[in-house]
């Protein structure tokens, strides 16, 4: 059912997809408190208050959620010869020295784009979580299991298929915004200032396979209804020290966030999972994106 009604929504302009979505997001923020409070904590701890930008933020959202149905149908087709791109041959150069490229993007924009961008020129692997409902489940990878983009779920079978993808000098991908899975490693370090429960494992996946490392992003142009992603190769060191390393990951997504602001999906649920004084973890549910 939710497949075949992405198949209809597809048949409408992304124009007016936008439209509709900036209306579901901005009605889901006033009636839905928990969502709104959330989305206001969460902003305001990285400096952005005000009614204004959290209802910029609220629509977004909803914008981010109505185009899959041009991103994870045959419209997507159409879409990406549109999309502006920036850094790109900078990224290649990196893959020409005969490394692994590791690639690391927040949940930020139109993140959903991006796999399919890279996947139609290199083959690429990105890191998943399951949802709750198998239904949805399977829409997810129908849509992301697209030209070259293979999907390695977040438990350590799919680790071991990004790490032979980085040995096999290819592309990865990962969302390290995510809380880690109760059976991942993870420390506490701050995120906009508060502490936060992070992964170690980009850090360990540089480490273990010398990939360079790549911050990226996909940018939705309001106006003209359309894309710009940006990739940025960054020199990183892996220090060996699992908090500092992870800090330095986390900084570098603040700086990709800081880009587009509005974009960012505050109202997940960044610092759930906080180790209690006795070691016990604090109760939270468990996204799947």
């Known amino acids: 059912m939710a497949k075949a009604f992405l198949r209809f929504l597809s048949f409408f302009p992304l124009t007016w997809l936008h439209c509709l979505g900036a209306v579901l997001g901005r009605w889901v923020y006033r009636f839905d408190k928990r969502y709104r409070t959330r989305l206001q904590t969460n902003a305001t701890y990285a400096g952005y208050e005000g009614e204004e930008f959290w209802q910029s933020a609220a629509a977004h959202m909803g914008r981010g959620v109505i185009e899959l149905a041009h991103i ?7 879409l990406l010869p549109l999309v502006q791109v920036k850094g790109w041959d900078a990224v290649m150069q990196a893959k020409a020295q005969g490394r ?3 690639m690391l993007t927040p949940h930020v924009g139109a993140f959903e784009l991006l796999s399919l961008w890279i996947g139609q020129r290199e083959p ?3 890191m998943y979580r399951p949802p709750k409902y198998a239904v949805l489940g399977q829409m997810m990878l129908s849509g992301r299991q697209k030209f070259n ?18 040995k096999n ?6 969302l390290p915004d995510q809380v880690p899975n109760e059976s991942a490693d ?10 936060a ?6 850090a360990k996946l540089v480490r273990q396979t010398n990939a360079a490392l ?6 939705r142009v309001e106006a003209a209804h359309r894309f710009e992603i940006e990739f940025k190769v960054v020199e990183f060191t892996v220090s060996g020290d699992a908090q500092e390393d992870a800090s330095r990951i986390n900084a570098l997504m603040e700086e990709v966030i800081r880009q587009t602001p509005e974009q960012y999906l505050w109202a997940y649920n960044r610092y759930k999972r906080l180790p209690t004084p006795t070691g016990v973890d604090t109760a939270g549910e468990t996204n799947g994106v």
């Open 72 to 78: 994870w149908t045959p419209r997507v087709d159409a």
């Open 100 to 102: 692994g490229v590791l």
């Open 124 to 126: 690429f692997t990105a």
């Open 149 to 166: 983009v293979n999907m390695a779920s977040a438990d350590v079978k799919g680790i071991r298929v990004m790490l032979r993808a980085l």
């Open 169 to 174: 000098k290819e592309l990865v991908g990962l």
């Open 186 to 195: 993870g420390v506490v370090v701050p995120v906009f200032g508060q502490p």
């Open 197 to 202: 429960l992070s992964m170690t494992l980009p």
């Open 214 to 219: 790549v911050t990226m992003f996909a940018r």
